[in-house]
């Protein structure tokens, strides 16, 4: 491919699930990033577009078929991996982990120790702070999971706040609601503008 953006540093590599991941290193200015800048880790040139502001800053790792495309950016120590997607402008970082076909898309932000598995985080909604999205859920909008808030298989839209350990399970959709404290929702319940827990 003509006009690289980065190359593999074959001599650093680390071994992470027995993937072996190598560092990359910046071939031309863009960005914020300049040629000979070294970034993080991933498996294969496959793993980060050569076109875009796409990136893997610090020791973050992409690997087992994930890729950062288009303006992506990882950084920190985070973990993006199994088939998963960072892509537009979203963000993955801290310590978070993306893995399992997920897609963090247009300027969400995925920080902390946050985990998304099997999930979509979109527009500009935010998970963080230890907060756990999996099985086919779907953060949009300008929502915020935090607080080590679970929600499985749910839906959350508009500007929800999801905090303080609550819990949103299967089937539930909820648009501009906040669920503080260990308030538990569940079943197939649509939630429009309301506050629960505070």
């Known amino acids: 491919m003509e006009n690289k953006k980065f190359e593999l540093v074959k001599e650093d590599s680390i071994e992470i699930d027995g993937f072996k991941l190598y560092r990359i290193r910046a071939l031309k200015d863009f960005y914020v990033v300049k040629a000979g800048d070294i970034g993080g880790y991933v498996e294969h040139e496959g793993c980060l577009s050569h076109e875009g502001y796409a990136w893997v800053y610090d020791?973050?790792?992409v690997f087992n078929g994930a890729k950062i495309i288009e303006n992506g950016r990882i950084a920190h120590n985070a973990i993006v991996c199994g088939g998963s997607t960072v892509k537009d402008f979203a963000a993955v970082l801290n310590s978070a982990v993306v893995k399992h076909y997920s897609t963090v898309e247009g300027e969400a932000e995925v920080g902390g120790d946050a985990v998304v598995d099997a999930s979509d985080v979109c527009d500009?909604?935010?998970v963080f702070e230890g907060a756990n999205v999996h099985?086919?859920?779907v953060v949009k909008g300008y929502s915020a999971v935090s607080g080590n808030a679970t929600i499985n298989e749910g839906f959350i839209n508009g500007v929800s706040v999801i905090t303080n350990n609550a819990y949103v399970g299967k089937g539930c959709h909820l648009n501009?609601?906040?669920?503080?404290?260990s308030t538990v929702v569940a079943g197939e319940q649509r939630l429009s503008n309301t506050r629960i827990g505070l």
């Open 59 to 61: 020791d973050a790792k």
């Open 124 to 126: 500009n909604a935010r």
């Open 135 to 137: 099985s086919h859920s």
């Open 176 to 181: 501009s609601v906040e669920l503080y404290g």
